[in-house]
């Protein structure tokens, strides 16, 4: 014990290191239940509330990302329903165009035909007429070899 002594006082240690390791000692305490204890706490906390935070933060990416596959999905639906709608408007047009069509094409038809007999029943009668007067003209042509 009396190197220990020896060692002190070579350092220069006297009878004030007792007073001074006790004032250490005091102020230690008094700064860890003031001080460390809380700022401890109040880190702790902040941990907490940060990984809390982290974690709603994912659950809400995750509800964004759900949200965002839903409303996606919604518009591919009404984009097919449109599309759906467009083209059924399109088909309803298109045979109404084309029953249009068809009427005016059997209505020119029927024009057609009844042109094509009254042309027909022209041709007809100047047949009739032409081969009335190719006889009489025979007749004349016949008189007129046989007079001359």
């Not at 009404?78 to 009427?103: F, H, P, S, T, W």
Request: aromatic share 8%.
């Amino acid at each position: 014990m009396d190197a220990f002594v020896a060692i002190f006082q070579q350092l220069g240690a006297n009878e004030s290191l007792v007073y001074q390791f006790a004032v250490f000692v005091v102020v230690f305490l008094i700064a860890k239940f003031g001080f460390f204890n809380h700022l401890q706490k109040m880190l702790d906390t902040r941990e907490e509330k940060t990984v809390k935070l982290e974690s709603n933060a994912e659950a809400k990416f995750e509800e964004i990302n759900k949200l965002s596959a839903e409303y996606k999905e919604k518009i591919h639906t009404a984009n097919k329903e449109a599309k759906a709608k467009l083209d059924a408007g399109k088909m309803e047009i298109v045979k109404a165009e084309e029953a249009r069509y068809r009427q005016h094409e059997s209505e020119v038809n029927q024009y057609v035909e009844t042109s094509r007999s009254e042309v027909l029943k022209e041709v007809q009668a100047k047949k009739d007429q032409v081969m009335s007067e190719a006889e009489q003209l025979a007749n004349t042509l016949v008189q007129k070899i046989t007079k001359g």
